[in-house]
């Protein structure tokens, strides 16, 4: 199957920090069907081979494991095109499109690596100058919209060019290994299922903490927050692939169905749970991993009497019969205490517990999506000898330990990383890991009370390089629970 993939902004920081070694990869493992083309389009005047020089420069700032050697890109350069084109200006399609006709590919993606501002024009115009046809897919990154009425209307200008079924939403979370292991576990498996629902499981902790600050993205940042750039997108697709009902088979619709029904029972906000269950927050001057970092209002491109939030926890429930009562606690933030994104289900205490065990100890399933891929259950067990904590004379007493399956170790070279396995899945026309339209206006309408809400007020400060403002702890400490981290 030949394929031509068009990369709008193929020379951006997207196109060669994430997708050309994401291509690379593909091609490297040889996955990438054979007879494609990779077209690069910017405003730059730049040969095929400028184009090539400029990726594999590029490539030298990618990290090692990710790199080609000279004679591996020689080979990937071949696929490597570039065409000059002005997203703005009408005429300068044609351009694209006489490289597109000089062959009639099987497939043709075009990715809008570029500017959200760019998404309509750019729709608009690939329509106008015949460039989308029954072969077209287009893909489209975040942001989508700064709202619901910004999301709605690219999603009306996509969908007056595109059929749904031609267009991928991408959200790269949900192309991370662990994410395909949740729902392999799910639905893959017998054990996990019976008891996934309010009976067994106390309270579901979804964080996606980030070490660094807004590095060189302050303006953008400064206009989008965490809750766009974090919660209304990736967060909430989480919380989906934990919350959701079984599908009726792995097509891309029925799973769609299920998010969106997850969407569809997040309990609506009032008053009292806004002021209660939301916390935000914008990290101050502090010390990272030993060196002492500026704070938010200090980075380049930032107010310095901004308002935009660099951290949001958020306390939420699913209304429905499997989780009705159950909380589900959402955080994310930059220039936290480490890297970390994980998903933390944690079931409720034996009935009658007969083993002295340590205060609050539970099981908990952590799926870990970053640093590393992995799933961990922690149990509750009996060491040999019956010493440590809560220890008994006659060694009854039960201490923590946990079975720890660790993607990278065990599938190692093998794995497919998150654009890799996304861009593949496009080529192949496979929709199952893209967001359709009406779940991204669900989350839009259910995040947007909070943004309403954030008009007045200013967050909370946080020293960079701990787990955001105090009222994050107090928030879930409410419930009579903790964050992981703080269970010692
Ligand atoms: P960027 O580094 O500023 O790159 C923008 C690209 O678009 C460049 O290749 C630029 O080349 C091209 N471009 C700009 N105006 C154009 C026009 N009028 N016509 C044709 N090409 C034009 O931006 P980025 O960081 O790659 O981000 C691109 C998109 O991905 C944004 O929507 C961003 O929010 C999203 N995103 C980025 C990341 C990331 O890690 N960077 C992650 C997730 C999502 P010329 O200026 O030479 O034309």
């Known amino acids: 199957m030949s394929f031509d993939l068009v990369l ?5 920081d997207l196109a060669w920090r994430k997708l050309m070694p994401a291509l690379f990869q593909a091609f490297r493992h040889g996955s990438l069907p054979a007879g494609g083309r990779i077209i690069g389009v910017a405003r730059d005047d730049l040969t095929d081979q400028a184009y090539r020089e400029l990726i594999q420069a590029r490539f030298e700032e990618v990290e090692g494991a990710k790199r080609p050697n000279a004679a591996e890109f020689e080979k990937f350069a071949s696929l490597l095109h570039f ?4 997203l703005s200006k009408p005429e300068d399609y044609a351009r694209l499109k006489e490289r597109l006709d000089s062959r009639s590919a099987d497939t043709v993606v075009m990715y809008l690596a570029t500017s959200p501002a760019l998404f309509t024009t750019a729709c608009e115009q690939i329509g106008k100058s015949g460039l989308a046809t029954p072969r077209t897919r287009i893909v489209l990154e975040k942001p989508l919209g700064h709202d619901l009425a910004s999301n709605r209307q690219i999603n009306e200008t996509v969908r007056s060019v595109f059929e749904e079924q031609q267009i991928f939403r ?3 979370y949900l192309g991370k290994p662990a994410v395909q292991n949740l729902f392999a576990l799910r ?19 979804i964080t996606i903490a980030e070490d660094l600050g807004v590095e060189k993205r302050g303006a953008f940042y400064e206009n989008t927050g965490a809750l766009r750039d974090m919660v209304q997108n990736h967060a909430l697709q989480l919380l989906c692939a934990v919350g959701m009902e079984p599908p009726i088979d792995s097509s891309a619709d029925a799973i769609r169905d299920e998010k969106l029904k997850v969407l569809r029972s997040l309990k609506p906000w009032t008053q009292e749970s806004l002021e209660r269950h939301t916390v935000r927050g914008q990290y101050i001057a502090g010390t990272a991993y030993g060196e002492r970092v500026q704070g938010y209002r200090e980075e380049p491109g930032v107010d310095p009497d901004s ?9 939420t429930e699913i209304q429905n019969w499997r989780w009705s009562g159950v909380p589900f606690y959402i955080r994310t933030g930059k220039r936290l205490a480490s890297r970390d994104a994980r998903i933390e289900v944690n079931f409720r205490p034996t009935p009658h517990p007969i083993f002295p065990a340590p205060e609050g100890a539970s099981n908990q399933l952590a799926i870990s999506l970053q640093p590393k891929d992995g799933l961990e259950l922690h149990l509750l067990a009996q060491g ?3 010493r440590g904590k809560g220890a008994r004379a006659d060694g009854t007493a039960l201490s923590p330990v946990q079975l720890d399956l660790d993607f990278d170790k065990r599938f190692g070279a093998e794995r497919v990383g998150a654009y890799e396995r996304l861009l593949l899945d496009v080529i192949a026309g496979r929709l199952n890991l893209f967001v359709r339209s009406d779940e991204q206006e669900a989350a839009w309408r259910w995040v947007e009370p909070i943004l309403d ?3 007045t007020g200013k967050p909370r400060s946080y020293a960079a390089g701990t787990w955001g403002p105090s009222a994050s702890s107090a928030m879930i400490a409410r419930d009579g629970y903790n964050w992981s981290e703080e269970n010692g």
């Open 83 to 86: 065409v000059r084109l002005d």
């Open 8 to 12: 709008f902004g193929g020379t951006g």
């Open 170 to 172: 991408i959200d790269h």
């Open 187 to 205: 639905f893959g498996n017998a054990l996990f299922e019976p008891i996934w629902k309010r009976e067994y499981i106390a309270n579901i902790q």
């Open 453 to 455: 809400f954030w008009q």
């Open 307 to 315: 308002r935009t939030e660099t951290f949001v926890a958020l306390r």
């Open 384 to 386: 040999q000898d019956g």
